[in-house]
């Protein structure tokens, strides 16, 4: 897939996956050419401070998807908590209250395999350290759909379950680590 295709950048976490995140976003580049979304399992709770934290290390504006959010290249958005993230299309997602899939809510396959349904070829997914098998089956509809899929090398992994067991059940593009992903990432811009 050329870089100068990828038109959303979708990444899935769970369990030791926020400190990727925070060294992710410490270093993009000032211009992207397409937007990141994030989907990471968190409790629910009335308060998010996920979007609060995240904004203090990136000088990209970080948005809480709310229900029909628009989305815009070069903005950091986040999968609320409690709900699955559903593309509508290219510039629309909203928002579901359905069952947990894989006792999840916000569900990386769900958000996954509706992102892949929108941007076919042109999504990079992206899954980092977890505690359960969500984003595996997405993963591979994904890569049926010709999209690009990296996973985070299970050895750097606070939490290894969830990328271990996408690398041994995903055609996988590229392995990355939590120093290198920034850069893989900025190269897509080039």
Known sequence: MDNNSTELVIIGGSAG???VILELV???DAELDFPIVLVVHRKAQSISILQTLLQQFSTKKVIEIEDKT????NIIYIAPADYHL???SKVNVSLD???KY???RPSIDIAFSSASEVYQKNVLAILLSGANADGIDSLQFIKKNGG???IQDPETAEVDYMPRQAVEQV???LLITPENLYQHINQLNK
Request: no cysteine; glycine share 0%.
């Open 17 to 19: 996956s926020l400190q």
């Open 171 to 173: 055609d996988y593009d």
């Open 26 to 28: 410490r270093h993009l």
């Open 102 to 104: 894989h006792f999840s």
């Open 86 to 88: 559903l593309f509508d």
């Open 148 to 150: 690009q899929v990296w």
């Open 70 to 73: 628009e989305i815009e290249n």
């Open 97 to 99: 209250r359905s069952e």
